[in-house]
């Protein structure tokens, strides 16, 4: 490789029989990959030579940056700390010298890159400068953060309903057992102390024990586990209607048989939250629930004739339900789509693919 430090360009010197000279050519091969900023660094660690990926990722042009060192591109910090000699050292001594980290374009904003620098020698052995490779990383390490942050919260929703239903277990098991002795014990203390007397200390532990069952199938609901997402969805469809006389059409042409724990508990807690918003907001008078699944996935619809609203005041900032829905179905890999108009109802519908349906978040990897 020979380096014609006027033009500050790349060529080779080997023959070829084609019109357009080896440097040329040479040239339009590393413009030709514009994600990496290859240069040339004099003995010095002067910038000789570019590529166009320089500017696209540094924001430099050719002539600002020919002659100026190449720890322009350094942060302050790493400037202080002689950085760029050290890798210049490193680079000369095993022959290469590879790093990731900040490094600074020409406005000064900064960009996650993934630098090698290569020494290069002439046929005598003599250095003649390095030759750079930077990658601008910074899509790749937010998409990688990304990723961590979704498993994250997979992994802690998992923990909150093993949580759940440790509490829910605690509750019903254990104190509803106490409150059910209670209950025989004061009804037997009752008839020794005033035989024939009403039955009023009972009935309020009746209650208490009616409380604490639903505290405990709202923390989680006992046929999930026992029988399954079916039976779960039906037994909270009919509490819904008994509780705000509102119908509810329940279609499932799912094979249930399939899902695991944590998207079972998932699709709960969505067909839950979205038909407490009907309770709260929609003054419906029927919600018809649809769930049905093709060789792709399942599909979720939800939708009442209540009286609608505007998606985007639905979805503006503040409103945890339908965020906290769309973060359960992206959790299943899924999407999710509203739809609604004022005086037109208001339709939920969550695409799942058969693999979120097969999920198990419970095992963390
Ligand atoms: N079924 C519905 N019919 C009409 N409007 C609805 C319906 N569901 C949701 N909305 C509208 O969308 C908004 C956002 O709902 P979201 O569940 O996100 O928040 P919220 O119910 O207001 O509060 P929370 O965070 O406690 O759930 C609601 O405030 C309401 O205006
Ligand atoms: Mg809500």
């Known amino acids: 490789m020979i380096l014609d430090w006027n033009s500050g360009k790349f060529g080779f010197n080997a023959a070829n029989d084609s019109d357009v000279p080896v440097e ?24 000789a030579s570019w590529n166009s990926g320089v500017q696209k990722i540094k924001g430099y042009t050719p002539e600002e940056i020919i002659g100026r060192h190449f720890s322009i591109f350094y942060t302050p910090e790493d400037v202080a700390a002689d950085k760029p000699g050290r890798e210049l ?12 980290g900040w490094r600074v374009r020409r406005d000064g904003s900064r960009f996650w890159a993934d630098v090698t620098i290569t020494a290069v020698y002439d046929s005598s052995g003599a250095l003649v400068g390095f030759a750079k490779i930077t990658r601008d990383m910074t899509e790749r390490m937010r998409l990688a953060e990304l990723e961590h942050a979704n498993e994250l919260s997979t992994q802690m929703q998992a923990a909150r309903e093993d949580e759940q239903r440790r ?33 009023a200390p009972q009935r309020q532990i009746d209650n208490m024990l009616a409380s604490l069952r639903r505290i405990a199938a709202d ?32 279609r499932l042409a799912v094979d249930d048989s399939a899902v695991t724990p944590f998207a079972s508990a998932t699709i709960y ?15 419906a008078s029927e919600v018809t629930i649809d769930m049905s699944n093709d060789a792709h996935g399942w599909r979720l619809g939800i939708e009442d004739n209540g009286r609608g ?25 899924g999407t999710l789509t509203i739809d609604s108009a004022p005086g037109m109802g208001f339709r939920i519908v969550a695409h799942i693919p058969l693999g979120g349906i097969r999920l198990a978040a419970t095992s963390p990897d």
């Open 89 to 100: 050292a490193l680079a000369t001594a095993p022959g290469r010298a590879e790093d990731r």
């Open 219 to 250: 923390l989680r609901p006992p046929m999930l586990d026992d029988l399954g997402l079916g039976a779960a969805l039906e037994w909270l469809t009919d509490d819904f209607t008994q509780r705000f006389h509102v119908k509810v059409a329940l």
């Open 167 to 199: 509490i829910a277990r605690e509750l019903h098991d254990d104190l509803g057992q106490q409150l059910t002795a209670l209950k025989m014990g004061v009804a037997a203390l009752e008839q020794q102390i005033v035989p024939g007397a009403t039955n």
């Open 24 to 47: 040329d050519r040479y040239q339009l091969l590393i413009d030709a990959v514009p994600d990496y900023a290859i240069f040339m660094l004099d003995d010095a660690g002067r910038v």
């Open 309 to 333: 609203t505007l998606v985007e005041e639905a979805c503006a900032p503040g409103s945890l339900g339908l965020l906290g829905m769309r973060e359960r179905v992206r959790q299943l890999r």
């Open 269 to 283: 807690r969505i067909v839950q939250e979205a038909l407490t918003n009907v309770a709260r907001h929609a003054q």
